[in-house]
């Protein structure tokens, strides 16, 4: 039986936000200001993953997961290749060298690939690192890759795979969230 209540104690709730405010602030300083939009869904994460009913259920979300991962991976190949580490910072005035840029991806693949670990060992932690990755990682990172190649008039780096980031990302979502609430309902019935 899949424990649907998600008991977050306080002490997952202050270890959770302290990760947060850590990873946003070395986010910004590692990386600048253009890492705002990821600290923004950092936080809506959090905000879901303390007061949301997802589904702890490892065989309905790891699948899912993982493979957002393996497109993350894809769409940070793209992103690399085709030059997004040069193009997106001069937007906002900023810079990154590309060793900057593939140090942080990997950082934070390592912590995608740590946390399906925890996901396997229904680690209620590790939920904060599926959410950030379905909301930043997929569904903002997608339609903003999209949404700068419409607006730019053309093809911008990583745009090619942004379609399967936003995919996975609102699949995962549903898998956190449409099972959780079906089983809620059939408890209660």
């Not at 039986?1 to 997952?12: C, E, K, R, Y």
Request: glycine residues 8%; aromatic residues 10%.
């Amino acid at each position: 039986m899949t424990d649907l209540a998600n008991t977050i104690t306080s002490l997952d709730r202050i270890v959770g936000a302290v990760l947060v405010v850590l990873a946003v602030t070395a986010q910004m300083l590692w990386m600048g200001r253009a890492t705002v939009v990821l600290g923004v869904g950092m936080v809506v994460a959090y905000l879901l993953w303390v007061g949301g009913r997802w589904n702890n259920d490892p065989t309905a979300v790891l699948p899912a997961y993982l493979l957002a991962i393996a497109v993350q991976c894809l769409h940070f190949t793209e992103e690399f290749v085709t030059g997004f580490q040069r193009r997106f910072p001069r937007l906002i005035g900023a810079e990154w060298s590309d060793a900057r840029f593939l140090a942080f991806n990997l950082v934070w693949l390592a912590i995608f690939v740590l946390a399906a670990l925890g996901v396997h060992r229904r680690a209620r932690l590790a939920y904060l690192a599926v959410l950030f990755l379905a909301l930043a990682g997929g569904v903002a990172n997608g339609a903003g890759h999209l949404l700068l190649s419409a607006v730019l008039g053309g093809y911008f780096p990583g745009a090619a795979t942004a379609p399967l980031c936003l995919l996975l990302g609102v699949v995962l979502l549903a898998r956190l969230f449409r099972k959780a609430r079906t089983r809620q309902a059939t408890a209660f019935e």
